[in-house]
Structures are given as C-alpha cells and as structure tokens.
C-alpha cells in the first residue's frame, strides 16, 4: 500500500516561490510516473506536471517555464518547485503516483497566491 502525503502550501505573493513535497510511504521506486494536479473552486482538477520513472516531464503550458518537478529517491520525496506565482495558480494541490497501474493520490495541500 502506498500513502502520499503533501506538504508546502501556504500563502505567498504574486512572483513569490514556493516548495511542495510530497512524501510516499511504501515503496515507489516501480512506479510508471508521478504528478502534481490541481483543483481551483468551481474547476476540474487538472495536470501541473508530470514525470516518469524514465526522468521525462511534462508541463502544463500555464507553468511551462516557472515550475519544476523532481524526485529524490532516497527520501521518496516528489517535489515542485513553483517560481513566479500568479494569482491563477491559486488552487489545491494534489500528488498522484502510478505504480503497477494503480494511481494513489494525496489528500492535497493549499496553495494561494495573493498580494
């Protein structure tokens, strides 16, 4: 069994950075890919960023250029480094890992960016 556990958002101005990681117990290290999602109020819950086991990624055009996704293996952390905020990147965050064609998501974490 796998449990992600996000953690990182918060209140941050617009052009302000901020870090979100993602924890998974159990073990990933077979995973297919990794992502980060979110959900603003009134939305579906869309693609941010996503990486595979291979280390290719993928970006949604509206952060293509400011966000950046990572893992570090040995701490089974999923991270995303999100740089230049703007208001429109206000929502909830969500991880989701898809490992042996089973997708386990987090419970999510909140990220609003406003002066």
């Known amino acids: 069994q796998v449990r992600l556990v996000e953690s990182g958002g918060g209140l941050v101005q617009p052009g302000g950075s901020l870090r979100l990681s993602c924890a998974a117990s159990?073990?990933?290290?077979?995973?297919?890919?990794m992502g980060w999602y979110r959900q603003a109020p009134g939305k579906e819950r869309e693609l941010v960023a996503l990486?595979?086991?291979?280390?290719?990624?993928n970006f949604a055009d509206a952060v293509r250029g400011r966000f950046t996704i990572s893992i570090e293996n040995a701490k089974n952390t999923i991270s995303l480094q999100m740089n230049s905020l703007k208001p429109e990147d206000t929502a909830v965050y969500y991880c989701?890992?898809?490992?042996?064609?089973?997708?386990?998501w987090g419970q999510g974490t909140q990220v609003t960016v406003s002066s």
């Open positions: 159990g073990t990933i290290f077979n995973f297919s890919n």
């Open positions: 989701r890992a898809n490992i042996r064609l089973t997708n386990y």
């Open positions: 990486i595979t086991n291979g280390g290719s990624t």
